[in-house]
């Protein structure tokens, strides 16, 4: 088989999934998630990768409809009409755009989607995944009274959720976090801040130790190293980064500082599989574990996210969830279901082993674009 990869078209899908309930966080509510898809045809082989921004740049800098036009003014001209062999020659050839890296990372998702569907091979075998199936957590959103969460965490602990992510925002805190730790004294729990914090609020942080939480993600800004090193070294509860950890440079960064002990691993928040996987290697060697998060994707990118998850750092259960739990339908057939309690498994298909229903892809399409060499 020619295994070359010379790049004929890449289609470019902006979508507007709606929620089947509004996603509400440190940095704002949602009820509807703006996605961009991307499909990478090569001969008679094609991938698909997603950009998951969010409609907002409130996340990240990033947003849905910027990554469209990113990827369509800036990105796939770049690949299209060229032999592109590795995912370290697509990175070299998007590299001289900064930034973007949910924008680069539909293409590089596309692009190793595509590869293993050449090769006939389940993507998470080709990234090198020990085993095909990992272990997944349960999250919850803020919500309107506590009695809401206590009862939909019963739900997650009696269906042996491993562990319990809850969104932590002012006015959603401390007391949120007390009157969970009494009803549920030893489940595994983490909170999520969504960079909602300042070091002004450490002692607060220094007050959440006693809960045994087992990570607190991303406290501070979304850009920030230091003041994460200053809060990681007067709190016993590990930091984990997610927001600030956008590059293999950042990575280092983080570990050279200290400004944290765990590392939310997201594919689009790096610009794709092939940082993100070197990422993984880096903290590997450096004693740092991972586990991958989530950004409401359809099943083609959480997809990417479960093969990810099948590496070895993985370790602690990752957000990666069932279609059902925010869509009515997947964008993506087949979509996304529990293999067992608090576990997913990766297709055994060719590459992602999953795509864009027509229909659907066709319904929820707000934006479209074709370059063909
Ligand atoms: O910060 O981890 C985050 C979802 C969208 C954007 C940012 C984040 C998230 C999540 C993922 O928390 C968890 C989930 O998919 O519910
Ligand atoms: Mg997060």
Known sequence: MDMS???NAIEIYRVSMPLVYPFRTAYGDDSAIESVLVKMTSGDHYGWGEASPMAAPAYSAEWAYGAFLMVRDWLAPQLVGRRIDSGHDLQVALGRCKG?????????????????????????????????????????????????????????????????????????????????????????????????????????????????????????????????????????????????????????????????????????????????????????????????????????????????????NIRYPSDIFPSSRFYTRDLAQPDIRLSGPSRISASTLGGIGCEPDPVELESRKVDYARLQA
């Not at 995944?129 to 009695?147: K, L, R, S």
């Not at 976090?177 to 549920?184: A, N, P």
């Not at 090193?229 to 600030?244: F, G, M, N, V, W």
Request: proline fraction near 4%.
């Open 5 to 7: 990869t010379f790049i």
């Open 100 to 312: 973007n890296f949910f924008a680069k990372g539909s293409l590089d998702l596309a692009w190793w989607d595509l590869r293993a569907r050449q090769l006939g091979q389940p993507l998470w075998k080709l990234l090198g995944g020990v085993q095909g199936e990992v272990e997944v957590g349960a999250d919850f959103g803020v919500m309107d009274h506590i009695d809401k969460l206590l009862s939909a965490m019963e739900g997650a602990v009696a269906q042996g959720f491993l562990r319990v992510k809850l969104k932590f925002r002012p006015g959603w805190d401390i007391e949120m976090v007390r009157k969970v730790r009494e009803r549920f004294p030893h489940t595994t729990i983490h909170i999520d801040c969504n960079s909602g914090y300042s070091l002004s609020d450490t002692a607060m942080f220094q007050a959440l130790d006693e809960f045994n939480l087992a990570m607190i993600e991303q406290p501070l800004a979304h850009d920030d190293l230091i003041d994460h090193a200053k809060l990681q070294s007067s709190l016993r509860t590990p930091i984990c980064l997610d927001e600030s950890i956008t590059s293999l440079a950042k990575a280092r960064k983080a570990i050279e500082l200290r400004s944290c002990r765990w590392i939310n691993l997201k594919p689009g928040r790096v610009g794709g599989l092939t940082p993100a996987i070197e990422i993984h290697n880096l903290c590997q060697k450096e004693g740092i574990p991972c586990w991958v998060g989530g950004m409401l994707e359809s099943a083609v990118g959480a997809s990417h996210c479960l093969a990810l998850a099948t590496l070895p």
